[in-house]
């Protein structure tokens, strides 16, 4: 089994930073994250989940048209951590933030919570305007 666990939200004003860091730990977690493609999602109460960003086993990093050109996404393979890097926060991006696994997965226009095999339990991050 694997774990995600997801640090660095909080409250910040519009046109701030933050920098979430999702780390896998577990038995497998080593092998399962070198194999996996990340997936960054983000929920709003009342709104179905969003996806946000990606970076596959390979390094390929994909991103939605709402915050193209704002986040980076990264990965560290040596300490099985993503990274999200959030720049030019606006109101609009307030939410919870997951992190998420998929195996082997192969990134194909943009993809839905149902293909992800792990979860982390999630992040705030508010912005205020």
């Known amino acids: 089994q694997v774990q995600l666990v997801e640090s660095g939200g909080g409250l910040v004003q519009a046109g701030g930073s933050l920098r979430l860091s999702c780390a896998a730990s577990g038995r497998t977690s080593g092998r399962t994250f070198s194999i996996s493609t990340m997936v960054w999602f983000r929920q709003v109460p009342g709104k179905e989940r969003e996806y946000v960003s990606a970076v596959s086993w390979s390094d390929s990093t994909y991103y939605s048209e709402s915050v193209k050109g704002r986040f980076t996404v990264s990965r560290d393979n040596a300490k099985n951590t993503v990274f999200l890097q959030m720049n030019s926060l606006k109101p609009e991006d307030t939410a919870v933030y997951y992190c998420?696994?998929?195996?082997?997965?192969?990134?194909?226009?943009?993809?839905?919570?149902?293909?992800?095999?792990?979860w982390g339990e999630g992040t705030l991050v508010t912005v205020s305007s």
């Open positions: 998420a696994a998929a195996e082997g997965y192969y990134m194909d226009g943009d993809p839905i919570p149902e293909s992800m095999d792990y």
